[in-house]
C-alpha cells in the first residue's frame, strides 16, 4: 500500500491512515467508483461520506480500529464512462466531454494529455467567477495536468478533499498487489464452471422477482495485452482465449502464476480480491452495485469467503436557496419534477385556475349594454339627433374593454412565463440530464460556489444528524 500511495503521489498524506490499518484488530469499511473526470458526479462524494461515517459509528460500537478506505476502480477500461463532467451552468445543465478516445487498457493507466485544458476551460466558462474560484482551480490544476495518470489525478482529488476525515486510498492495478491475488486468479479459471453456476443459478432465483444486474460468463478475468488492450478471457474449445492471444488451462495458470500483473478482475471478481486484501466490516455501494452483489451470494463461498455485509449509499439532492424559494410558488412535489418538462409545464397550465376571462369580458358587455338602455331613450327623448353619439360613446367603452382584456391576456401570460421558467430552473437543477442530480452534476460545481470545504462541513452536518441511508435526503443550503 505505501509503494502504491508513492505511485499516486499521496504517500505523505496516508501515512497516519495506513498506521491504523496495520493494528492487528483493525478493520475497514470500503467503498469505491470509477475515476470520473474532476471526482465524477455527486455520487462520487456521498459514497465516500457514507464510507466514513460508518466507519466512525462502527468503531465507537466495537471499541477497535475501523478505517474508511476509498478503493480505486483502476482496472476498468470504459474510458467513455468516466470521460465528462457535468456542470448545472449558467443557463442550463451541460455535459461537458474530454475530447479524446480511450486506447482500451485500464483507465487507470491512461495518461491525462493536452485535451484536459480544452475541457477545464469549457468548465471554467459555465461557472460563475466567486471568492472560492482561485482555490478550487489550484486544487484541480495541481491534479489534472498533462502527463499524470488519470489515477494519479482522480486519487490526488479525492484525497485532497478527505484526508484529513481519515479516508484511505486503495486499489489493484499495480504489480506489487497483483502478486497477492495470483491464487485467486488461478482459481477464477480452476474452479471456472463451479463459479459460473454459482452466479447462474442465484441471478436465476433473482430473476423470479427481480432482474439480473450484470451478465455471466465463461471467466470473470481479463487480460491486459500491450497491442489490444483489457481483453476478456474466454472458453476456446478445452483451452482458453483472449483476443488473439491462446493458451491450454494448465498454460493459462501457469502465465497466472508467473504474471499476474498481466490480469485484472472484473465486476464480480473485483470485491473478492479487495475482501482478500483488506479485512472488510462492510462495503458501500450504489443502486446498480447493490443489484449485483445480489447476484454474488454464493460466489463468495467459491474463494472460502463470506460476503460481508453491504451497505446502501446516501443518497440525497443538494436545494439551494433560489430553488427553495421559487419551488413553494408551484404546485409540485419533488419527484414530480422528473417529469420530462414538456408534461410539467401542460400539467401547470392545467392546473392553474384562472377565471374564464373571455365569459368575464363578455359578461361585463352586456351589462355595459343594458345599462345604456335607459339613458339612450332619456337622450333621445331630448334630442334625437344625439343617438350617433351615445351609439358611439358606447361603443368606445366596449372598444376600451377590448383592450383592458387584451392586457389582461398579456398579463396572464408573463406570469405563466415566469412560472413555466420556474418550473425549468427548478427541473435543471433538481433533475439535469432528465436524472437524479447525484448522477450527473460534478462536486465541482457546489464547491466553486460554497467553498472548497463544504464536503467536510456537510459530512460534519449529516453525522450531527445521524445517517439514515434508508431514504433520499434533500440538503438545503
Known sequence: MRKYHEELGISSSQAEQLKKLGDKDALVVVTGQQLG????????????????LLARSYQEKLGRPVVPVFWLADEDHDFDEISWTGITGRKDFTKIHLNEQGSGKPVSDELVTAQIEELKSQVKEELFDTDFSDALWSQINEHYQEG????????????????EEGLLIAGSNFASVK??????????????DAIYDSIENQSAELENEFHRQVMNGDSNLFYLSEMEGRQKLNRDGNGWKAGEKGWTEDELIEEIQSHPEKFS??????????????????????????????????????????????????????VESAISRIVEKLPFSFCEYGKRIEDLESEFIEQTDTDDIEQVFSEWKEKLNEAAEEPLKVINEIDPTLDGTVGKTIAGFGNELDKLKGRVYRSIKKQEEIQLSRIEKIKVNLFPDGGLQERAVSPVYFMNK????????????????????????????
Do not use: C
Open 37 to 52: 473526470i474532476l471526482g465524477g458526479p455527486m455520487f462520487t462524494i456521498y459514497k465516500t461520506m457514507s464510507a466514513i
Open 148 to 163: 499524470k495518470t488519470h489515477a494519479q489525478a482522480f486519487a490526488g482529488l479525492i484525497n485532497e478533499w478527505f484526508a
Open 179 to 192: 502478486k497477492l491475488l495470483s491464487k485467486q486468479f488461478s482459481v477464477s479459471i480452476s474452479g471456472a
Open 265 to 318: 478482475p472484473n465486476v464480480f471478481l473485483r470485491p473478492v480480491i479487495q475482501d482478500v486484501l483488506l479485512p472488510t466490516l462492510g462495503y458501500v455501494a450504489g443502486p446498480g452495485e447493490l443489484a449485483y452483489y445480489g447476484q454474488m451470494k454464493d460466489f463468495y463461498s467459491q474463494f472460502d469467503l463470506q460476503m460481508p455485509p453491504i451497505f446502501p449509499r446516501f443518497s440525497g439532492t443538494i
Open 450 to 477: 460554497y467553498g472548497t470545504g463544504i464536503w467536510n462541513e456537510l459530512l460534519a452536518e449529516i453525522e450531527k444528524e445521524g445517517p439514515d441511508l434508508t431514504k433520499h435526503h434533500l440538503i438545503e443550503l
